[in-house]
């Protein structure tokens, strides 16, 4: 199979943009990835749009943003797969250059959550399963459904509060100097688990906030790539599944068997191990969710996440660093730009682009974990120097 | 960050679905006697909760009515305290998922427990409720 690589990243402020429209704010990370290439945007044969879109006026996001950036008659889609519209996005762009289609390609992230209120945005977010069956009569919560996962994993492994806090400590110092983060302030643990319950046991500082923000990344062909990079960054594997809409349907609540199965898949087909990995993002939309995603993707036994984070195995200088850019909780998850996002952030670190949290590269190899809805979607990326 | 200016819309968006319920019409029927029933596939046996018509094991359109009793066993929770908007009225709820007949679970709220007393495996029954325009749901209670 051809080879595809990113030659080209741009992203935005991520937090509350009153200050920009959705083509306004899409165009920020749009400008910066062609800039980035050094491509002709008359040469971009697909732009594919990740969003997952019901918080803001459009309808159709994706000739929107197209139009605004001047790139209207491009081949164009808007794909959702909830939270991991991104990589999804990603996925169907890389897709069109592995099949000939095109030589380069956009994938875009884009969402605009906080032009309704924040009930409406918690009302939107809580119907993303199966609306019938779980939400009409018990009103879900994006919170609730990771809090029921959050109690079995406490129940099971003795996973405790102050682990779950600890996460969110680790994303807001990392946060702290991403100059791009919604929050760009350190927390004390006892900050953390003194927050507000929204959803027991997970507080106000267990949950990723609202936010507005846009990602891009240009892909292009084996060829192109070597041309107008030194430093293409590959994608090396892509893995993805999904699970039941219904929660009720799950055989266990400790982990997520789609991101299991994105994973193994993404490994095998970069022919990597998890100990290959550099630095990684994982979805922490909350903070359970990351635990989790140390254990599905193999970076640790299963029930063994919290002595993960308490000995600062995820931090620079640990085994395996993981959301360095502050993730979901520091950065800001506006959704549909959360996967593509973390491949621009990944991209940077393989190219030693990352500034103040910059982690070590040994194998030069990192990897994307992007979660839709309650691992309702699984995407595993693995990107590569080589 | 300032609030810079905006455009507030003067166009508004209100959605009510009306959901088919044809093809599972006799398990609101049951419910609304008090009883929760489910699918099983007559061709493989496969029993599903949510019920469907349709087996999603091995396609079959046949299927019987099964009672799944009333005892169940927790499983997890979360107390919720930040609701959806169109839940603004309500008081604090509790979201439980509970086992009930042949591995199969159920989620719904559990109802007549203190925040600090749920605990994975303790007993629980289903009750059918209905809602005040009369539309019927289930939630647990302690056994």
């Not at chain 1, 199979?1 to 200050?19: E, K, L, P, Q, Y």
């Not at chain 1, 302030?185 to 003194?194: D, Q, R, S, Y």
């Not at chain 2, 960050?1 to 398990?27: A, N, V, W, Y």
Request: hydrophobic fraction near 40%; proline fraction near 4%.
């Amino acid at each position: 199979m051809s080879r595809v690589a990113i030659v080209g990243v741009g992203h935005s402020r991520f937090g509350r943009r009153t200050d920009v429209n959705l083509g306004e704010l899409a165009f920020e990370s749009i400008k910066g990835a062609i800039d980035d290439a050094g491509v002709d945007k008359k040469d971009i044969g697909n732009v594919v749009v990740g969003s997952a879109g019901g918080w803001y006026e459009e309808s159709l996001p994706a000739v929107v943003v197209d139009e605004y950036a001047g790139l209207s008659g491009v081949g164009t889609m808007r794909v959702e797969a909830a939270c991991a519209s991104g990589s999804a996005a990603v996925k169907a762009a890389y897709n069109s250059i592995v099949s000939g289609e095109t030589d380069v390609a956009m994938a875009v992230g884009v969402e605009k959550m906080t032009e309704v209120d924040t009930p409406t945005s918690v009302e939107l977010i809580g119907r993303a399963g199966s609306y019938t069956w779980e939400f009409e009569n018990y009103g879900m919560t994006f919170p609730a459904y990771y809090a029921l996962y959050a109690v079995a994993h406490m129940n099971r492994f003795g996973t405790t509060e102050e682990d779950l806090s600890r996460v969110s400590v680790k994303a807001h110092h990392y946060g702290a100097m991403n100059p791009l983060a919604q929050f760009q302030k350190e927390i004390t643990l006892e900050k953390a688990l003194g927050s507000p319950v929204v959803s027991w046991p997970l507080k106000l500082y267990d949950a990723c906030p609202l936010s507005d923000g846009s990602a891009a990344v240009v892909l292009a062909s084996e060829e192109l790539a070597k041309k107008l990079t030194d430093t293409p960054i590959w994608i090396r594997g892509v893995g993805y599944s999904s699970d039941t809409a219904n929660l009720s349907r799950r055989d266990d609540y400790v982990g997520l068997r789609a991101a299991v199965r994105a994973a193994t898949n993404a490994y095998s087909m970069a022919k990597v191990s998890p100990g290959d990995i550099d630095v990684a993002t994982a979805h922490d939309c909350f903070t359970i969710a990351e635990l989790m995603a140390y254990e599905d993707l193999g970076f640790c036994k299963k029930g063994e996440a919290a002595k993960m984070i308490r000995d600062g195995e995820t931090e620079i200088g640990g085994r395996i660093p993981v959301n360095l850019d502050g993730g979901l909780k520091a950065k800001g998850h506006p959704i549909g730009a959360t996967g593509v996002s973390m491949a621009v952030e990944i991209t940077k670190q393989l190219r030693g682009e990352a500034g103040r949290h910059q982690a070590p590269i040994k194998s030069g190899v990192g990897l994307v974990h992007n979660i839709g809805g309650t691992g309702h979607y699984a995407y595993v990326t693995i990107l590569g120097r080589d | 960050m300032d609030e810079s200016p905006q455009l507030h819309s003067r166009r508004t968006l209100s959605l009510r679905f009306d959901i088919p319920i044809s093809k599972t019409r006799e398990f609101w029927d049951a419910l609304r006697e008090g009883k929760l029933i489910t699918t099983r596939c007559t061709k493989c046996g496969n029993v599903s909760f949510p019920p469907q018509a349709d087996c999603p094991k091995c396609m079959g359109a046949e299927f019987e009515w099964i009672d799944l009793g009333t005892e169940a066993s927790l499983v997890t929770f979360t107390h919720v305290r930040m609701a959806p908007a169109s839940f603004a009225g309500n008081d604090d709820y509790t979201i439980a998922i509970a086992e009930v007949k042949d591995g199969l679970k159920v989620l719904a709220w559990l109802e007549g427990v203190e925040a600090e007393s749920a605990k994975p495996g303790m007993k629980l029954r289903i009750e059918a409720r209905a809602s005040k325009e009369g539309n019927p749901y289930y939630v647990f209670v302690p056994a």
